[in-house]
């Protein structure tokens, strides 16, 4: 967003009763459980969430951060971060820093710490990542962290392949042992990866990437969660024209909300708005973070691209299991059977005209 916008952002949340600023230029599904209850902050809460490019709905689509209400909430989201590993380059054309660096940067003025980034890291990178990120709060002075569990039930593969979903389940495994042995702070798990594990209309085709809908739901989760956290009053009521709870209840327990669009004046667009560059210049285009296919798939191939379709068609109810990244005989017939209900030629080929029904780019070599 450009400064004139964030300013926006901030003055409307305000209003209702939170305030949203950003760092920089103006700027539990698979076995987790939640932590240990949370104590009330003896100071007036101030909320950092450090994130990547899941996260970074927040700040891309337009208007979504104005669902993160009740409590003065400081963004740093980046595209490609890692946790404590160099970052990758992102789509906004730099490479950020970390999560440990951006914890830092942002310096001792913070009571609560949200962890929402992970999904360009292995498992080993989070158990390595997760006492320093830490160890580094309680030294800043944070009174709690909040880490978010990964989706797992996706086919998005981080740059450098560094992340899958195989290594996401096994993160939420770390994410919630880790969180068990903390000591010196409250450390809290919150299951954004279960929460929205049945609202896949929520993402882009790669399940880790939030659609308008979903940023928007993802604000309100934060929302609701802090306040529960709180023992505050619920800052959103759960349905239209109702009164919101007091004190709210933790979203992890109650589920979703059943109607985001009713509460917020959500836009459902592809249009995401980015800073570009070091100097940030804001740039809206439609993009659905779709993955690209280099090649058609057939029998006999092996490959990263084999085991994004085989994650995929597992995903819309045609079973690959396990997922490989080889095209054997299994692949062949889930193939088949999505190309006889799409209409297609039943070859057991992911040809173009197939990996286009099931929702990905095609750009041959």
């Known amino acids: 967003m450009m400064r004139s916008s964030f300013v926006a952002v901030a003055v409307a949340v305000a209003l209702l009763g939170g305030v949203v600023t950003a760092s920089g230029p103006l700027t539990l599904d698979d076995g987790a459980v939640a932590g240990a209850p949370a104590v009330r902050l003896s100071t007036p809460e101030s909320v950092l969430v450090i994130g990547d490019s899941s996260a970074a709905s927040l700040r ?3 208007g979504a951060a104005t669902a993160l209400r009740g409590a003065t909430i400081v963004l740093d989201l980046e595209s490609c971060r890692r946790l404590v590993d160099r970052s990758c380059r ?5 490479t950020p820093p970390t999560a440990l660096e951006a914890l830092r940067d942002n310096g001792d003025v913070h009571t609560t710490l949200v962890v929402a980034t992970g999904y360009n890291d292995t498992a080993h990178a989070h158990e390595r990542a997760f006492p320093e990120i830490t ?7 944070y009174e709690r962290v909040i880490w978010l569990t990964l989706r797992s039930d996706v086919d998005y593969v981080s740059p450098s392949e560094t992340g899958n979903h195989l290594e996401f389940a096994a993160a939420n495994r770390v994410i919630a042992r880790r969180a068990a042995q903390a000591t010196g702070i409250d ?27 979903g940023a928007w739901a993802f604000a309100d989760y934060l929302s609701r969660l802090l306040a529960a956290l709180d023992g505050r009053a619920c800052p959103t009521p759960s349905a ?13 327990t109650t589920g979703p909300i059943a109607d985001i669009g009713g509460l917020y004046p959500l836009i459902d667009s592809d249009i995401l708005c980015y800073e570009i560059g ?28 084999v085991e994004a379709l085989q994650v995929r068609l597992s995903r819309i109810g045609y079973p690959v299991s396990p997922a490989s990244g080889e095209y054997l005989e299994q692949t062949q017939a889930a193939v088949a059977a999505f190309q006889s209900a799409k209409g297609l030629d039943g070859t057991g080929q992911a040809d173009r005209a197939t990996l286009v029904a ?4 095609v750009v041959l070599q």
């Open 60 to 62: 891309w689509v337009p």
């Open 90 to 94: 992102g789509r906004e054309g730099r």
């Open 135 to 141: 160890d580094a709060a309680i030294r800043l002075g």
């Open 187 to 213: 450390v809290i798990v919150a299951d954004w990866g279960a929460y929205s594990a049945d609202h896949h209309e929520w993402f882009t085709t790669d399940g880790v990437h939030h659609r308008a809908q």
């Open 240 to 252: 239209p024209f109702t009164i919101p709870e007091n004190p709210c209840r933790n979203p992890d």
């Open 278 to 305: 070091p100097n940030r210049t804001t740039l809206c285009a439609s993009d659905t973070h779709v993955i690209a296919m280099t090649r058609e798939l057939a029998y006999g191939d092996v490959g990263d691209d």
């Open 358 to 361: 099931l929702g990905f780019e």
